[in-house]
Structures are given as structure tokens and as C-alpha cells.
């Protein structure tokens, strides 16, 4: 199977352990091949009357050692071949994991989050159990079918033999049948499952909305919908599985009424020996198991292929925004940006976002964007972190273009608070210093200090070690934003982006930042964005974006003297915040 090439690796390194395992499954696969001939002998010896106690107790005997020897066999296959695994399971599932987080973010645009946890459960899954007890099923299943052949035919009666197995033409079709169709049916529960675990996902991080809304029946019928889909698709799979077990079943009972019918009538003829036919039926069943034990491998082997194509699409993914050979060995920013006639679109069949930008901005110096919601000033910052890739040759940081400075390098250097700020559910000290591997707690406390959050801090009952729940809940949207900042400051970046992070305060607490954030921001090159024309007026440039344009580029009093967008939006904030102070 093709699918399962990605592995090769693996079991490449894993040889010897699934050496092992093998050798020990095919010992007891020996043992069980000589049973049937202990019991041969000791039933002729009863036969012919020289069953005694003696040759009795050594038929016993031999029968525990052989028992031994399978026990023993099936202890080390379980440990080899099932461990090794459990072991490509971990390894696929980091791999998994690390190869999403080097994707961009254009391919989370077009996934759900239920979809890839999907594939890192139950696919991952259904692979261990193809190279795990699937793998173990099939070696032992050609093995036992083969050798059990060969000894039927060789020392018992070849014709019986031929006889015997003349249901096995039908049986391969129906495997290879049923193969088919499991592989198919499989893979559509698999996409069910994905979809029902993206709905209780999206359920359970939008509970808020859903309960301010009144939404929570609504929400359980479209789980409810969904589940049975999930059922229904399972219950189609678990239909055709139930039906391919009695089947096979069916198929190899036909062989052991033949061996009754027709054995019987050799033994009593005197063709063959009664210790033959005991011999006889005891390989027949022996046969039975490794032969039913094909459907078992058709599933393992089918659900495994099919989870492995989803595995392997992922895995196949490109990440459009990486390292190229043309990628230079820039190892530090000083700061200087300048964007030359970008016009950028998210995708080619689409309007453009910003058109013809022309800015540059020295090192050291503080840009303001101010502009209307769709204007494209967090694209702007997306394009200069490369979270989405710029056309070549539009923007340049330091004269270098930013398609070829290492993503590494790029994003290390650079601070970025985005509008929506994301914390994870750990200490407020630990996001705080989510950016640094190494980092003191004077460190924490200095960029709180600097984001104006060390006095919220100060009010918690744990300080820094508070856990801010699930996605930050137990903070304000304020403090939620203060942390991303300190978050950023912590990385002591040489640009700082600070993308409308201080929409949640209002504009007393905004300016009590923007005190402690300009001493900061005049070691380093810094972009505000911001709807507040207070947020920007001291930056050294503003920018005004309108779809997507340039509309107004010059300082606070420069674009005031315009009376442009600039100045309509002063007076119109000037207003509101008389209103709200009148109120």
C-alpha cells in the first residue's frame, strides 16, 4: 500500500524490533503447527494399543512445553511489534502536530479546528492499528495458511487437502470485495467525525455568544444532527463489517463439513489413520483462525490506508510563507522600513486589500495608521511579519526584502500585538513570557510594568502565578490586552507593531500606557494602528489609509491643517468624548 510509504523511515530505524517480533510470532506460530501432530501421535498410539502411561505422561509433556514455548513467543511479539507501534503512534502525532505549526495561515483559513483534531486522533489511531495488530494478523495469517498447507498435503492426504479447500476462490473474492468497500465506508465516518468534532469545538468557544443569544437549543439539534450522521455512516461500516465476518465464517464451516464428510469416509476405509483425521481437523481449525483472520487484516489494513491518504494530505502540504535558497543570513534588524508600490490581494480572483503604498520610515522613528474597519492596516502588518508573503520586491527592512530575510530572524525581531489577543490557559507570568525560553521574574514584572498592568497584577490573590483560565476569561478585555503588550515587550524587539491593541481601556488608562510605551518605543522602530486619532497624534508620521490607499500621509498638526479624513475623525472623537464627559 502506497500510503504507508511516509513510513518507511520508521521501520527502517525500528528493524530489529520488528525483527523480533516477527521471529517470536512465528515461533508461536510453530508451536501451534506441531500441536496437531502430538495429538496425531498420541490418538495412533491409542489406536494401535500402545497408549501407556509412560508414553502418556511425554505426550502431556511435550504438549506443556509446546504451551511454554507459545506463551513465551506471544509475550515478545506483543512487546515488540505492538510497542514499536505505540511508538510510531507518538512519532506521527509530533510529527503531525509540528509539521501544522510551520503551516500558514492561509491553510487554517480553510480548515476547521474539529477537522485536524480529527486526524490527530482517530486517523493516527487507526494507522497504529494497521502496523500494530494488523501487521501481526497478516504475517501470522500467510504464515499459519501456508505452512498448514504444506503439512496437510506432505504427511496427511493431498486430496483431502485439495478437497477442502475449494470454498477458498470465493473466499479471496469476498475479501478482496469487502476490502474495497470498507475502505470507502471508513474514510466517509472519518470525514463525519471531523465535521462533528469542528461543531463542538466551535460550540464550546463560542459559549458565550451562544448563551447571550439564546442559541443553546439550536446548537444541541445541529450537534444532534450531526451526531446521528456520524452514527448513521458507522452503523453503515459496522452493517457491512458484520456481515464479512459471518460470511467468512460461513465459507470456512463449508470446508470442515467436507473434511467430516469426506475425512470421515477416508478413516473408516483405512485411507488414513484416526490420528490423521484428528491431525486433520486440528490444522483445519488452525487454518480457520488465520484465514478469518484475513478479514480482520482487510479491515486493520483498509482503515489504516484510508487514515493514512488524510494523514499523508496534510503532511503533503507545502507552507507557502518558508525559507527559500534565496533567503540571506540576516541575523539582526536594525529597524529601517520602507514599502515600495505594494499592491497586494489575498488571492488572484479578488480586489485588491492595499494598493500602490509608499512609505519608509527610519530607524528609531514611530509610525501612526489610522483608517476605517477593511481599510487594510492589520494586512499591512500581516505583510510586514510575512504571515502572508508580499509580492518580491515591495517591502524591505534594513534594504533587505523581507521575502528574504529568515522567517526566524523576521518574527524574533519583530513585537507584534495583534486585535485579538490570544492567552493560554497558564500562569499570567507564563504568557507574559511566552516569546523567551529563558526569562526572570524581574524580566515579567518590568514589561508588566511598562504595558501599565503590574497594578492589576498586584490586586490578583496570586500575582503573576494567577491562571487566567481558558483563552485569558478571567481577565478584562484591558488586561487581556496589557498582557499581549507585555508579551511583545518582553522580546525586547527592534519593531514594534501595535496592531488597535488598545480598543478595550478607555482613553484615561490608553494614555497611561502610551506614557510608559514611548519611553520604550524611542529605542525602536514602531506602527501603531488605531481608529483613536489621541493613540497616534505623537507619532513622528501618520498614515491614513482608505480602501486600501493612501489617502493622507503627514505629522498630527500637518494632516490637521488638511482638514481631510484626518480631521473630520479628530472633531468627530473630539465630540464623542465631550458627550461622554457631559453625560
Not at 172 to 182: A, D, K, L
Not at 250 to 267: D, E, N, P
Not at 316 to 342: A, S, W, Y
Amino acid at each position: 500500500m502506497r500510503e504507508f510509504l511516509r513510513l518507511k523511515e520508521f521501520f527502517v530505524r525500528n528493524k530489529w524490533r520488528y525483527f523480533a517480533g516477527i521471529l517470536s510470532l512465528l515461533i508461536v506460530d510453530t508451536g501451534q503447527l506441531v500441536t496437531p501432530q502430538i495429538l496425531k501421535g498420541a490418538a495412533d498410539a491409542l489406536q494401535d494399543g500402545r497408549l501407556t502411561a509412560p508414553l502418556l505422561l511425554r505426550y502431556v509433556l511435550a504438549f506443556a512445553g509446546v504451551a511454554g514455548v507459545i506463551a513465551v513467543g506471544r509475550f515478545g511479539w506483543r512487546i515488540f511489534i505492538a510497542g514499536a507501534a505505540r511508538q510510531l503512534e507518538m512519532e506521527l502525532r509530533n510529527r503531525f502536530f509540528a509539521h501544522l505549526e510551520k503551516l500558514s495561515a492561509n491553510f487554517f483559513n480553510q480548515r476547521t479546528t474539529g477537522d485536524l483534531m480529527a486526524h490527530a486522533t482517530n486517523d493516527i489511531g487507526a494507522i497504529r492499528q494497521a502496523v500494530g495488530p494488523g501487521l501481526i494478523t497478516l504475517i501470522d495469517s500467510l504464515f499459519l495458511t501456508g505452512m498448514g498447507l504444506f503439512t496437510l498435503v506432505y504427511t496427511i492426504d493431498w486430496k483431502l487437502t485439495v478437497i477442502a479447500l475449494l470454498p477458498m476462490p470465493l473466499l479471496v473474492f469476498t475479501i478482496i470485495y469487502f476490502g474495497r468497500q470498507i475502505h470507502r465506508r471508513f474514510r466517509r465516518v472519518q470525514e463525519s467525525f471531523a465535521e462533528l468534532t469542528g461543531i463542538a469545538e466551535e460550540s464550546f468557544g463560542g459559549v458565550r455568544v451562544v448563551k447571550a443569544f439564546v442559541q443553546e437549543e439550536a446548537e444541541c439539534e445541529k450537534f444532534a444532527r450531526q451526531n446521528r450522521e456520524y452514527i448513521a455512516r458507522n452503523m453503515q461500516l459496522v452493517q457491512l463489517w458484520g456481515l464479512f465476518g459471518p460470511l467468512l465464517q460461513w465459507l470456512s464451516g463449508l470446508s470442515a463439513v467436507i473434511v467430516i464428510g469426506y475425512g470421515g469416509y477416508l478413516t473408516v476405509t483405512g485411507v488414513i489413520s484416526l490420528g490423521d483425521f484428528i491431525a486433520f481437523q486440528s490444522y483445519l481449525g488452525l487454518l480457520t483462525g488465520p484465514i478469518m483472520g484475513f478479514g480482520n487484516v482487510v479491515n486493520n489494513l483498509q482503515r489504516g490506508a484510508a487514515s493514512m491518504a488524510r494523514i499523508n494530505a496534510i503532511l503533503n502540504e507545502v507552507p507557502e510563507i518558508r525559507d527559500t535558497e534565496d533567503t540571506l543570513p540576516v541575523t539582526d534588524l536594525k529597524g529601517e522600513i520602507e514599502i515600495r508600490n505594494l499592491t497586494f490581494r489575498y488571492r488572484d480572483d479578488l480586489p485588491a486589500v492595499l494598493e500602490n503604498i509608499n512609505l519608509k520610515l527610519e530607524a528609531g522613528q514611530t509610525l501612526g495608521i489610522l483608517g476605517r474597519t477593511g481599510s487594510g492596516k492589520s494586512t499591512l502588518a500581516n505583510l510586514l511579519l510575512r504571515i502572508y508573503d508580499p509580492p518580491a520586491g515591495t517591502i524591505f527592512i534594513d534594504g533587505v526584502d523581507v521575502r528574504r530575510i529568515p522567517l526566524a530572524t523576521l518574527r524574533e525581531k519583530i513585537g507584534y500585538v495583534p486585535q485579538e489577543n490570544f492567552l493560554f490557559s497558564t500562569t499570567l507570568a507564563a504568557n507574559i513570557a511566552f516569546a523567551r525560553d529563558q526569562w526572570t521574574m524581574e524580566e515579567v514584572e518590568e514589561a508588566a510594568a511598562q504595558a501599565a498592568l503590574i497594578d492589576d497584577v498586584r490586586g490578583f490573590a496570586n500575582g503573576f502565578q494567577t491562571i487566567v483560565g481558558e483563552r485569558g476569561i478571567t481577565l478584562s478585555g484591558g488586561q487581556k490586552q496589557r498582557v499581549a503588550i507585555a508579551r511583545a515587550l518582553l522580546k525586547n524587539p527592534r519593531i514594534l507593531i501595535l496592531d488597535d491593541c488598545l480598543s478595550a481601556v478607555d482613553t484615561r488608562t490608553e494614555d497611561a500606557i502610551l506614557r510608559r510605551l514611548r519611553e520604550v518605543m524611542r529605542e525602536r522602530t514602531s506602527i501603531i494602528i488605531s481608529h483613536r486619532v489621541s493613540t497616534l497624534q505623537e507619532a513622528d508620521r501618520i498614515v491614513v489609509l482608505d480602501r486600501g490607499r493612501i489617502a493622507e500621509i503627514g505629522t498630527h498638526e500637518e494632516l490637521l491643517a488638511r482638514k481631510g479624513i484626518y480631521w473630520d475623525t479628530y472633531q468627530r472623537q473630539l465630540l464623542e468624548e465631550k458627550i461622554l464627559a457631559d453625560a
